[in-house]
């Protein structure tokens, strides 16, 4: 059974950082694209970056370029995303999620796995 399970959420105050792990089992991440997603209230999901460590390609969504990065450590099988200068705007449930195709991409047709989310409150 896949299992992608995320922490490292919480609440900080504008400026701040966080970093986000996601702890997968069951699935191989050195071989998939990896991608972080994000859902406010009453918004759509969108998404956040992504990674293919097979080709070391990145991709980020405009909004979080230059204050987010994501990478992997595939001796922990772990996804991380560590974000910076923290906005109001990034508060959203974050998920992480698994693609078996072989480039960094956040389109979600291509995700077949998902986790449960984890909270990320950014305070003015």
């Known amino acids: 059974e896949v299992q992608l399970v995320e922490s490292g959420g919480g609440s900080v105050k504008a400026g701040g950082s966080l970093r986000l792990s996601c702890a997968a089992s069951g699935y191989t991440i050195s071989s998939s694209c990896m991608g972080w997603f994000r859902q406010a209230p009453g918004k759509e999901r969108e998404g956040v970056a992504a990674?293919?460590?097979?080709?070391?390609?990145?991709y980020y969504a405009d909004s979080v370029k230059g204050r987010f990065t994501i990478s992997q450590d595939n001796a922990a099988n772990t996804v991380y995303l560590q974000m910076n200068s923290l906005k109001p705007e990034d508060t959203a449930m974050y998920y992480c999620?698994?693609?078996?195709?072989?480039?960094?991409?956040?389109?979600?047709?291509?995700?077949?796995?998902w986790g449960q989310g984890t909270q990320v409150t950014v305070s003015s």
């Open positions: 999620a698994a693609a078996q195709v072989e480039w960094a991409t956040l389109a979600t047709m291509f995700y077949n796995y």
């Open positions: 990674i293919y460590s097979g080709r070391g390609s990145t």
